[in-house]
Antibody
């Protein structure tokens, strides 16, 4: 059974860097069959894509966040991570990690983590 | 950036009703569209991908159609478990989401 679990500080100070990790079980972050995404959802609002990373390490980021985002993979720990720098109150959100399936006829995501709330304080 | 516009933003319906949610893309996304259901405090759940492919385990009362810039999600006979918020997502160029449609009990 595939499971994803987000972890990291629930409170981050304004102007600092938000760091989250997504631990993956039941699948390998090194497999060419998958890619790994981060999303977020501010309280009471809609979903926003942050970025994704492919098994080879290449990344794509939301242009609106690109200058502040880094997504990386740690194959030895079978997890992937998100760093978002220079945070403000607008970055307060529930952050989700998710798995995507490579292949033209595959869905963009199948398994998601439960989400973790990160609050940016002044 | 590809913008997705869902309509309506809120929909009130009764158990047994047939409901349709629309999603319009700002440019041609072919069939690279997915639909998700989200309940409060939970992660989104994939329902439909590639515009009309039903995800494994999703009830057949859910269906998707469309291509290009116009898409629809249809629930043929609403069940109590279906009252939730629905999002469309394009994956033709990176990812982006519609603003969501909240489906309420009438």
């Amino acid at each position: 059974q595939v499971q994803l679990q987000e972890s990291g500080p629930g409170l981050v100070k304004s102007s600092e860097t938000l760091s989250l990790t997504c631990a993956v079980s039941g699948a390998s972050v090194s497999s060419p069959n998958y890619f790994w995404s981060w999303f977020r959802q501010p309280p009471g609002k809609g979903l926003e894509w942050i970025g994704y990373i492919f098994y080879g390490g290449s990344t794509n980021y939301n242009p609106s966040l690109k200058s502040r985002v880094t997504i990386s993979v740690d194959r030895s720990k079978n997890h992937f991570s998100l760093k978002l720098s220079s945070v403000t109150a607008a970055d307060t959100a529930v952050y989700y990690c998710a798995r995507g399936l490579s292949g033209s006829s595959s869905p963009p995501t199948d398994y998601w983590g439960q989400g973790t709330l990160v609050t940016v304080s002044s | 950036d590809i913008q997705l516009t869902q309509s309506p933003s809120t929909l009130s319906a009764s158990v047994g009703d047939r409901v349709t949610i629309a999603c319009r893309a700002s440019q041609n996304i072919y069939s690279w569209l997915a639909w998700y259901q989200q309940k409060p405090g939970k992660a989104p759940k994939l329902l439909i991908y590639k515009a009309s492919s039903l995800e494994s385990g999703v009830p057949s009362r859910f269906s998707g159609s469309g291509s290009g810039t116009e898409f629809t999600l249809t629930i043929s006979s609403l069940q109590p478990d279906d009252f939730a918020t629905y999002y469309c997502q394009q994956y033709n160029s990176y990812f982006s989401f519609g603003q969501g449609t909240r489906l309420d009990i009438k």
